[in-house]
């Protein structure tokens, strides 16, 4: 951030574009006292004496003045934005922890932009991406994990990953990191403590109890990394590719699954020559489904690069579906396809059920590697799609993931963190088990314990903070 923590900010809060309503957010010191100077309560009233957390009709001028009585007409000086509510929240009951005011007005660009040139024109700052949220991190209103959360609540694009980013915001990823990091504190001191003490002879702490308490921790750690994975695919998406020669109907397959013509369909092959992606919601599991390029053997540079990108997509999807033509017999790229080892973990759909059937399971199965069953669908004819969504569902997301009660891990950053720790508590599990020096326990289990707390932010750097809220909209 180059402003200074204590400037008054403000921003659109809403998104660019018309819409109903528009909000504009004011936070700082000298919020009440700027949004004053352009707000002008329609009872009379000072801003400063309205009630905090209660609405007030207000006219919105566009220059910057004394506050305005409402019995003096607007002058050609002072020009009418516009008609608001207005609500004031005082410090330190407030989202950023500050005073803030916001405007809520109609939502044109053109009277939230002249409004907070209004307010920039008294003193505020237009403030940065992510800066009040960040403010609230600053201000012990929300940990650091907890204000990530915020940003997956905003980009959650599935029920299950908003209710996974809203028990994150509310604070639970947090407790169970602090719970695992205050008992890792209490080792580290009683290591350090029979350090101190070394020639008094002092045991403060059993090595069976020391050992107790790491594999208690490291089970806990494993259990936070390995949900790492499967928390990604709720927050991120999981990334399902579309493969096959050309003609197999994988552009229809998409089309069928989006439930739209998103794909062009023709019966000549090669139409598709780059990827086509789009996110759809597969029992509530937010899937980026990719249309890739047919795989063939040809000299036009245009489909060699598709075809790169298709078996590039291959190697990074979370899964796989080979697309085949069961009104045809295997061909020889569909055998090459099926004999690559990644064809183990993919699933094999055999298209256009509907026309005569030309290839046979049997064939099928001594030309493939893939313990998955086969799903036979007509894209055309919207014939077993149920059956397919229900299979990448289950292939997805294991029952193990859907009864799951416990924290996801759903943060990239959260998740290396996690794993650093869990690599220093078992060095130091080693050491004890060793009889190793305690200079050398003490020292992992201070690695374990700060990188936990990088995750909620009691150790951080501007570096990561820098980082971590410019992914941020201004206005948030």
Excluded: Y
């Excluded at 209710?163 to 990823?173: D, V």
């Excluded at 045809?328 to 004999?339: C, F, G, I």
């Amino acid at each position: 951030m180059h402003g200074a923590l204590d400037d008054t900010i403000c921003a659109i809060a809403t998104p660019p574009g018309e819409g109903g309503i528009g909000v504009v957010r004011v936070s700082g010191l000298r919020a009440l006292d700027f949004a004053s100077h352009v707000v002008r309560l329609r009872s009379g009233k000072s801003l400063q004496d309205l009630r905090a957390h209660t609405m007030a009709l207000a006219d919105v001028c566009s220059q910057a003045a004394a506050p305005l009585l409402p019995v003096e007409p607007v002058s050609p000086a002072h020009s009418f934005i516009d008609e608001a509510l207005v609500v004031v929240m005082k410090k330190p009951h407030s989202f950023t922890g500050e005073d803030v005011v916001e405007v809520q007005c109609h939502g044109g660009p053109v009277i939230l932009d002249q409004l907070c040139r209004a307010l920039m024109s008294v003193g505020a700052r237009l403030a940065e991406p992510g800066e009040f949220t960040k403010r609230a991190f600053l201000n012990g209103r929300l940990d650091l994990a907890q204000a990530e959360a915020v940003l997956d609540t905003i980009r959650a694009k599935t029920a299950r990953s908003l209710t996974i980013a809203q028990s994150q915001r509310r604070g639970e990823l947090s407790q169970e990191v602090e719970t695992t990091r205050s008992a890792l504190v209490v080792a580290l001191a009683h290591v350090e403590a029979a350090l101190d003490f070394a020639e008094e002879d002092i045991a403060f702490v059993r090595q069976d109890e020391l050992m107790r308490l790491l594999n208690e921790t490291c089970d806990r750690l494993q259990r936070l990394v390995q949900s790492g994975h499967e928390g990604r695919i709720w927050r991120e998406g999981a990334a399902v590719a579309i493969l096959g020669r050309p003609n197999v109907g994988k552009s229809s397959l998409m089309n069928a699954l989006l439930k739209s013509d998103r794909a062009i369909v023709t019966p000549v092959p090669g139409t598709t020559r780059d990827m086509l992606e789009e996110v759809i919601s597969i029992s509530g599991i937010p899937v980026r489904l990719f249309d890739t390029a047919g795989i063939r053997p040809t000299d036009d540079p245009v489909e060699v690069e598709g075809i790169r990108r298709s078996q590039q997509a291959w190697e990074e999807a979370d899964l796989a579906l080979i697309l085949l033509d069961g009104s045809q017999p295997l061909s020889e790229v569909d055998r090459v396809l099926l004999s690559r080892p990644e064809a183990a973990q993919a699933l094999l759909v055999i298209n256009k059920c509907d026309l005569p059937r030309m290839l046979p399971k049997e064939a099928l199965q001594r030309a493939s590697s893939t313990n998955a069953g086969v799903i036979d669908i007509s894209a055309k004819m919207q014939m077993g799609l149920d059956a397919l969504r229900e299979a990448i569902r289950n292939r997805l997301t294991p029952e193990r993931l859907e009864s799951r009660d416990s924290v996801l891990v759903t943060n990239l950053r959260h998740a290396a963190a996690l794993d650093r720790a869990l690599q220093a508590v078992e060095q130091a599990r080693h050491s004890v088990e060793g009889g190793r020096e305690g200079e050398l326990i003490a020292m992992d289990l201070r690695i374990a314990a700060d990188a936990l707390g990088e995750i909620t932010g009691i150790i951080t750097t501007d570096e990561i903070l820098e980082r971590i809220f410019s992914e941020f909209c201004i206005g948030k």
